[in-house]
């Protein structure tokens, strides 16, 4: 990189400009860590103001017994496994039981793995169940990954299996399972799952339905940054076509329990770094998470001085990650949130699945 | 740069070199926009001491937790008959040093106590000494003011002639410890038993005078408003304009679990650390170094501090036990690779320096 591409690359960043890839790469290079928060805090200013988002939510993990293996996982285990467990009607009707009570519940999150026998029925019903329950709460339901899986379960094409899962009441998708959009990387970390294409596919096919959904990172295992700055490029790339992601989401690896157990968890001027680098790269996405569970409560905090507006939620109990070693708690409270933004010096902003603000949460 | 308009005043001043008024520090601390404070710092941090990060391989070495100052912000000090206290005997300080001699970069000892009911001046005199006869290849950083203020009144000796018999023992600089907030208010409050604001600022003072170099601190994130920690600042920077012999400004965020002010006191943000780090920077104009001591702040937040006006992050350490009595959820230790790559991921290069930050290796 010539210090006359770094020079270019800092003076389209300062002035909001999109960044081209070679641009980006000479931002990384030059690792101006307050620089990039300057300039990704700017921009984030110029989308949501001083508003930071949150919402009151809960989290149902149905099963841990997956198919895929990913090495990258620590939260999956085999049939058999004394860890493995499923949800059945009953469980998740006591998570609902619970769920009601909480006041202004925004959304549930249904994020699981790709179980050997249970069919694609006992998902749709899932939904149908929690629709039932909380008919004005947002179901916001499986990755990408997940109906892929479903669609090769039952020989039904993506979109169909999107259409059944929006009629029974599924109204967005989360973020997950892109991990980093190549095939090289993809082999080695979870080689059992969706492809790349087939990410990208579903995604544009959820998008062209009206069902908006996340996208996401998981960075610093085994990709080059060249990769992951590729990864960010690719989803703003699709982004440009449909319009379609809501908030995209940069997750740290963690690498206690995994296959990849080795590697260590990067940094946290790493982690800041790449809050910095999404908010600017994806200008055409309007919101950059930070969440809280996989970067700890410190970081996310300090993650909206560097182009973050948004926290997560509350959760109630988060079991992936903390599978991987998160010491984070598993839940949170409104209150603590609004602080960690008010503390920030940003408004605290309660908000849906759609980013729509629930004015009385003030 | 990149500053909003109401402090666009203040970002002049920094780019032109000028001194920041207490109201200028009051309004950096009403600044939410952290990224524009850390980017001023990391500018001026870059002018004074450019990329070079210090750390030291090191061993702390605390003789005794026995203490008759009963400060409400410690988790450390005992009572005599308390479960748990300890006096090391000669014996015992050099036993916990041939340890850390295991590893053999080891540089220097970092010796700092409680102030001992029975303990006369010679008895931590012995120590020290017995631990530069015994390892003569060892810096010797030691004692705070408040400790040196306490030596002065059991032995009846000046200020001056404790420091002479400490530097006759094989001193070379002072800890930066036990200054706290400088305001007598705050003192009266916490630590009414140990040195007063005045005492300790003329501990440093005489040492300067006498050439030895000395650290200065701020304990914060307790009972002290914002205003008092810019004032304790700008005392800080008074005296450094007359004397010139503070070597490095260490920020501690107050850590109150197992102490008898954390009843009532959460734990500072992550935000506060770091924003207070780069109002220190930005504040103590005539410092050079700004250490950001992982210890107390974690590595993640001692990581960032690197871009936050701090060019020191202390060191290897052996074993701490002060700040982990207070539910300090860091390691007790880290390794110098650890160290260096901390560093290094944070785009800055690593140099190992004794305790007069004199380099004795780099990694460029």
Known sequence: MTEEEIKNARAKAEQGERLSFQDALAL?????????????????????????????????????????????????????????YVMETEDIAKVLADAQKVKNLGEIHIVSALHPTKDFDYYLNVVRQVKAALPDVDIKAFTPVEVVHFSQMTGKPVREILEILQEAGLSSLPGGGAEILNDRVR??????????????????????LGIRTNCSIMYGHIETIEERLQHLFTLRDIQDETGGFQAFIAFPFHPANTQLSHLKRVGSWEDMKMIAMSRLILDNIDHVKAFWIMLTTPLAQLALGFGADDLDGTIGEEKIIHEAGAKTGTGTTRERLRALITEAGMIPVERDTFYHPIKEAE | MLATVEYKDIEEKIERGERLSREDGIRLFNCSNIAWLGAMADKVRREKCGDIVYYNVNCHVNLTNICTSHCKFCAFGKDKDSKGAYAFSVEQALAVVWDAKKDPNLAGLHVVSGLHPDWTFEDYLERLQALHDEFPELYLKGFTGVEITHFSKISGLSIQEVLKKLQAAGLKSIAGGGAEILSDRIRGELCPKKATAEEWLEVARTAHKLGIKTNASMLYGHIETLEERVDHLIKLRDLQDETGGFQTFICFPFLPKNTELGQSIKQTSMWDDLRTMAISRLMLDNFKNIKAYWVMLTIPVAQVAL????????????????????????????????????????????????????????FD
């Open chain 1, 187 to 208: 082999k080695k970390i979870c080689p059992k799952k969706a492809t790349t294409d087939q990410w990208i596919a579903t995604i544009k096919t959820a998008h062209e």
């Open chain 1, 28 to 84: 990384y290079e030059d690792n101006d860590l307050l620089f990039l928060a300057s300039c990704a805090r700017k921009l984030k200013e110029k989308k949501s103001g001083k508003n930071v988002y949150y919402n009151v939510n809960r989290h149902i993990n149905l099963t841990n017994i997956c198919t895929s293996g990913c090495p990258l996982c620590a939260f999956q285990c085999e049939e058999g496994d004394k860890r493995g």
């Open chain 2, 307 to 362: 871009s936050f006006g701090a060019n020191d992050i202390d060191g290897t350490i052996h074993k701490e036990t002060i700040l982990h009595d207070a539910g300090a959820t860091s390691p007790t230790s880290l390794s110098e690779d650890h160290i260096i790559k901390i560093i290094r991921d944070a785009g800055r290069i690593p140099a190992a320096c004794d305790c007069n930050f004199n380099i004795l290796r780099r």
